[in-house]
């Protein structure tokens, strides 16, 4: 969490985090998840799932807006310190809008998978590093394989992933 909190440069390490993710089955029943992570452990208990009520087809861009405002539009609501975004900038994005029509500030970043890419002239399919995204910064920040910050946001967001899918 220390180094998570150099990385992200939070004014405090993350103690809670909490992690979205977005599951289509197919364009069907979609869901977002969204889990909760306490000194760095999962706490189930206070695992969420929201269905859309206002999203048209697979938007999963507007499902995050909503599932983030429906959860931090409450004053009430305790606020994690850090949430995490599975997901490149238009997810972000859709967080940070969300966030401002609730009232809410909350550190946040999104986690982007590795991207596949093929080298013609080698002939073979490389994986690039995970990116991270934080809100108004134009290039994401690349952590080496095996980074403590990087394996507890892997953590947190392959979390909300399996949450999501189950």
């Known amino acids: 969490m220390i180094e998570l909190q150099k990385v992200l440069q939070l004014s405090k390490p993350p103690d809670t985090i909490e992690g979205v993710d977005v ?4 364009a069907a029943k979609p869901v977002v998840s969204l889990v909760h992570f306490e ?3 999962p706490l189930k208990a206070k695992y969420r799932l929201y269905y859309p009520r206002g999203v048209e087809g697979q938007n999963d861009f507007a499902m995050i807006h909503e599932a983030i405002y429906r959860r931090y539009s409450n004053a009430e609501t305790e606020l994690p310190n850090l949430l995490l975004i599975d997901g ?3 997810q972000l994005q859709a967080a940070v809008k969300a966030l401002e029509s609730s009232g809410r500030k909350i550190p946040l970043c999104s986690l982007a998978k590795s991207k596949t890419q093929s080298a013609f002239t080698l002939k073979k399919i490389e994986k690039s590093d995970e990116r991270i995204f934080i809100p108004f910064r134009k290039n994401p920040i690349l952590l080496r394989e095996g980074h403590p910050a990087l394996r507890l ?3 947190v967001r392959d979390e909300a992933h399996r949450f999501a899918i189950t």
Do not use: H, I
Not at 23 to 26: E, K, R
């Open 23 to 26: 599951s289509n089955l197919q």
């Open 39 to 41: 000194e760095g452990k």
């Open 88 to 90: 490149g900038k238009g």
């Open 153 to 155: 946001l892997q953590q």
